[in-house]
């Protein structure tokens, strides 16, 4: 547990967790005093004095107010560490590699299409493959395509028909991560994804229409052309079986690394190596390739819920204005270059259920948002909101630009499915207005309101803590989930 | 039901038949195969055996107790699987791991488990079982992937046990 890590107040939104044993640097989480109460429950606390034992970490081993326990670097950690003598860990980035989310707005309003949603959610639920097993027929993919979707990411699919230009300008790393080495993934991981492109997969994933239901930053939203009562989408997914396959993969592969470069590890599943040698260079690349499938699927994803809402309302794309507000990684490691005590260090930043969250003027934002920020998209569980925010400059000075992700769980599936017995869970959500669709009855059960946090009260935090500025809340009004 | 035996009773009852349920009886040994670990955003088993053969093959049972009601799955076809690793416990996730691989590449479930022999971290084994068929298994949860966290096997008492999570 970790209620016998020391941890002291900093201010109202942040504490840290003194340098202790072989700790390399401090702890710093965000967090207010109730949810700290509940982050100290499981050991995720401990997880994040384990991360600051790694070679060559760079600033504090941070965590994000929708920190919980993971295997390894918790959920909702931040780190990074040097390139020239620090580490990476395949742990530090998660088994869904780029899962991360996308927001699309429309020029729907939520009154006019109210009484449409059940045959919209039915037919998104015909249309995008989820659930074991679904896929459409009319993506195949050769195995010399697959690689060059590897390499080019959301490029392939536009190239491909699916969505335009225009989209790649709003993905984070316009949705392809440099220096993707096709060479470097396994012959499981081709066969574990081949026929899971551009498929949902279950558990947290989803497509959700919504509308905005509040705007607490006018000119911001404007900017990202939100406004109140608005329908937007939202979706959800990662790289499927081909990035569990690669990170398992690597995880074997920097094992015995960790111990070929005598790397002393406070649990197994830190494994890592150093940023510089073969096998890092190799997971990196490897890394790249499952982003890049990710942000394929959701471009593909994207493409077939503009094509459905076009057949539902018998409008064409113009008319429809499904445009791509902002795609987002929340499972990521990335080479960037971050001013350290004054000086500009080449870093390799872990973001583990965490969000880039660039301020205005960043280089790395789109054109159209340079005044703003980069937006954030934080999903919350399907019962209740997600937020749209933007990155700040105070997020760059102390977590490298990075924030929360989601609302993190405080209940297992287990308990959840048990809480849940008996309740009819799908009329539950249908009499407070959102119709859901889920390929697995267990899914929805274990994905009720109480598993979550409050992703507005890990919102908050973030807001006041100022690592992020919101922009807006959405409302769900229909789901679909594998 | 007209029974002169109150409620309580009966539900004492099935308490116990299901508990027994879970336990395996062998001859006079009455010894539990698995139990689930309840984690907040995973999943994890510990699961017991009297030699180690028997621990991987009660591991595996697990590991498609997750997936589906295992008792819902028919021994209709057979497989051979042999995984070596460096050391007993990445073997446990390298076998459970090549379940997960045959499930998420050929939707096999499997069942029947033959464990025939586990040497220096060698394991071989014939497992038996169909491939999923959703008229028929519920998929109650879909398993990403096998996590060494927490993970161990290790000797206790006069038998094996292991702890293994999963990231679902």
Not at chain 1, 31 to 38: G, N, Q
Not at chain 1, 307 to 330: A, M, N, R, S, W
Not at chain 2, 90 to 109: A, I
Request: net charge neutral; with cysteine.
């Amino acid at each position: 547990m970790s209620t016998d890590i020391e941890i002291q107040k900093l201010d109202d939104f942040r504490w840290i967790i003194p340098k202790k044993g072989k700790m390399r640097t401090e702890g710093l989480v965000y967090a207010d005093d109730r949810m700290l109460a509940v982050i100290r429950k499981d050991a995720s606390l401990e997880q994040v004095a384990n991360v600051a034992c790694l070679p060559g970490i760079v600033g504090r081993s941070m965590a994000m107010p929708d920190i919980h326990w993971g295997y390894g670097f918790p959920i909702g950690g931040v780190a990074a560490f040097d390139t020239e003598d620090g580490i990476v860990s395949p742990g530090g980035v998660g088994y869904d590699i780029n899962c991360g989310v996308r927001l699309l707005r429309s020029d729907l309003d939520a009154v006019d299409i109210k009484n449409e949603i059940p045959t919209l959610v039915d037919t998104l639920f015909k249309n995008i493959p989820c659930g074991v097993g679904s896929r459409r027929k009319d993506l195949k993919l050769s195995a010399q395509q697959m690689k060059d979707m590897l390499v080019k990411g959301a490029g392939w699919a536009v190239s491909h028909g699916y969505g335009s230009a225009d989209d790649l300008e709003h993905i984070e790393d316009k949705g392809r991560i440099p220096g993707a080495n096709p060479e470097h993934v396994s012959d499981k991981a081709y066969r574990r994804g081949k026929d899971q492109i551009a498929t949902l997969g279950s558990g947290n994933h989803f497509v959700e229409v919504g509308y905005v239901e509040e705007v607490y930053d006018e000119a911001v939203a404007k900017v990202l052309s939100l406004h109140k009562g608005q329908v937007t989408v939202i979706v959800h997914t990662g790289s499927r079986g081909f990035g569990h396959q690669v990170c398992d993969d690597y995880i074997k592969v920097l094992l015995k690394a960790s111990d070929k470069y005598k790397i002393d590890l406070p649990d197994k599943q830190l494994c890592c190596a150093p940023v510089q040698s073969k096998e890092s260079r190799r997971y990196l690349a490897a890394m790249a390739c499952a982003a890049n499938f990710a942000f394929c699927n959701r471009q593909v994803i994207a493409h077939w819920v503009r094509e459905t809402f076009q057949e539902i309302f018998q409008v064409g794309p113009k008319e429809l204005g499904l445009d791509l507000v902002y795609d987002v990684c929340h499972n990521i490691a990335k080479i960037e270059t971050h001013e350290v005590d004054g000086k500009k260090r080449k870093l390799c930043v872990h973001r583990k259920g965490a969000t880039r969250a660039f301020p205005p003027h960043s280089k790395l934002i789109p054109e159209d948002y340079k005044e703003i920020g980069q937006p954030v998209l934080i999903p919350g569980d399907m019962g209740r909101y997600s937020y749209v925010l933007v990155g700040t400059e105070t997020a760059l000075k102390e977590t490298f630009g990075s924030t929360c992700h989601g609302a993190g769980r405080v209940m297992s599936r287990h308990k959840a499915k048990k809480i849940a017995r008996g309740r009819a869970i799908v009329r539950e959500l249908e009499d407070r207005g959102i119709y859901v669709r889920g390929a697995g009855k267990g899914t929805i059960m274990e994905e009720i309101s109480e598993a979550y946090k409050d992703v507005r009260d890990v919102v908050n935090v973030v807001h006041r803590a100022g690592i992020g500025k919101k922009v807006a809340r959405l409302k769900p009004m229909g789901v679909i989930k594998g | 039901m007209a029974c002169k035996h109150d409620k309580t009773a009966h539900i004492c009852i099935r308490v116990i038949w299901a508990t027994a349920c879970q336990y395996l009886t062998e001859g006079n040994l009455l010894s539990k195969k698995y139990e689930f670990i309840d984690h907040t955003a995973d999943l994890g088993f510990k699961a017991y055996g009297t030699g180690l053969e028997e621990l991987f093959a009660h591991a595996a049972e697990a590991f498609f107790e997750t997936l589906v009601e295992l008792e819902s799955i028919k021994e209709r076809e057979e497989r051979s699987i042999e995984v070596e690793a460096d050391a007993l416990d990445d073997l446990m996730v390298s076998w459970l791991g090549e379940l997960l691989y045959l499930y998420d590449t050929e939707g096999l479930l499997f069942k029947g488990f033959q464990v025939k022999q586990i040497e220096d971290n060698r394991l071989a084994a014939n497992v038996r079982g169909e491939i999923l068929d959703l008229a028929r298994h519920e998929i109650k949860t879909e398993i990403k992937a096998v996590t060494y966290h927490k993970l161990y096997v290790k000797k206790v008492g006069g038998g094996w046990e292991t702890q293994v999570i999963f990231d679902i």
